[in-house]
């Protein structure tokens, strides 16, 4: 079988690898769809070479079908489909002991410290393994996971119906968030300054606004009547964008960090002091998160077919991290797993 494998910073490969058959406990998927996703552009630039063992499979983004199981394992046939929840934690730290295991404090991400999903044939613990409806298509599960990280963003922020939320931020995470928000209730508008991706998020029936265009803190305060915004949500990963989700909250406002911030950030904490405002963290998601965006997905609350871009073969996978590192038209790009070229 095929399989992308990042071997040294910006250098991908797509080479025959061995089946792995799924040993006791295990699960063999046949990979339908993988998605790309920030984090995998962190680790194409070798920002993650830390954690990432060399040769890496990536993808943690997968949709696919069962193929074999291995001894002890109940409950699957081969053909069901599935996704997979890429976490495996330890179970004994003080996280996971405090329930918290989604953030245990040696937790290894399948796709990033272990073999992911840009593979025609991937073998899995069958505890990661998440079932489908019948009638979910595929290409649109693979994002189940990146709504499931919406999910969990969106329930950390404490959202109630009728608050108004400010997502920084318009890639494919921020539009899932304010989707998942909306469907809570509340109201959103998204700051983006990328035209095309503007131009989707309205598509799919959100608010946005130009930053630079426009002083998104005086929309928020007159969108607001001057109170500012309960809650903002930074996604962006850029000095300016947290500049901003601080800017336009009000009092005892929310600002949750959705986005891989590598370097260390300028925060107005005068602000934060004034405005009694809290920072909140997010990392993941939650087995509950996760089921809960099945749900999203194949309801059409999330609109998963309009944020797809583009479907490439495996052997286009180089092309495919490409186009999205040059961010011109490009919103979710899949890679389909079992195409020839």
Known sequence: MRAALYTRSRTLTVEDRPTVPPGPGEVQIEVAYAGICGTDLHIRHGAMDDRVPLPGILGHESSGRIAAVGEGVTGWRRGDPVTVMPLRWCGTCAACRAGHTHVCQTLKVIGVDLPGAMQGSWTVPAEVVVPLPADLPLDQAALVEPTAVAVHDVRRAELRAGEKAVVVGGGPIGLLIARVAIAEGAEVVVAEPDPHRRAIAERIGLTTVDPAQTDVAGYVAEWTAGAGAPVAFEVSGAPAGVRSATEVLGVRGRLVIVAIHPEPRPVDLNRVFLRELTIVGTRVYTRADFEHAVGLVAS??????????????????????????????????????????
Do not use: N
Not at 316 to 326: K, R
């Open 300 to 341: 059409g609350v999330v609109p998963a077919s309009a944020l797809i871009s583009r479907v490439v073969p495996l052997s286009g996978a180089t092309e495919a991290f490409d186009a999205l590192e040059s961010g011109g038209g490009v919103m979710k790009v899949l890679i389909d797993c079992q195409a020839e070229s």
